[in-house]
């Protein structure tokens, strides 16, 4: 996981407050912002929102099979290890970093979603 320094307009606090809320409180507030004309006209908001929701499915996904495979345990491990990142990652978002998460942001990028 790197950062990117990208140069955009400008990156105001209330975008830095819905990239922080789009990985706290995931699905809600990325589909909420993805509504949400004027949020989802903002890159840096978008930006966040399209990876904290691509990032939850793949997250989903994964936990289910494992949970099925470990009888539970491996989903209690990728809880507590997406629990950790997502707490990282809005605090980067928070202070107006762009955030590349390996697989998912290339991704996202590519289907043209950011």
Request: aromatic share 14%.
């Amino acid at each position: 996981m790197t950062t990117q320094n990208v140069s955009t307009p400008e990156v105001t606090s209330d975008d830095k407050l819905w990239g922080m809320l789009s990985y706290l409180l995931n699905p809600i507030v990325p589909i909420i912002a993805l509504l949400m004309d004027d949020k989802k006209a903002r890159p840096f908001i978008k930006y966040h929102s399209v990876q904290a929701l691509a990032y939850a499915v793949v997250l989903f996904v994964l936990s289910f099979i494992l949970s099925i495979i470990t009888l539970g345990f491996g989903g209690i491990i990728i809880g507590i290890g997406a629990f950790i990142l997502w707490i990282l990652w809005s605090v980067k978002a928070y202070q107006g970093e762009w955030i590349n998460i390996p697989v998912i942001t290339d991704f996202c990028k590519k289907q043209g979603w950011i």
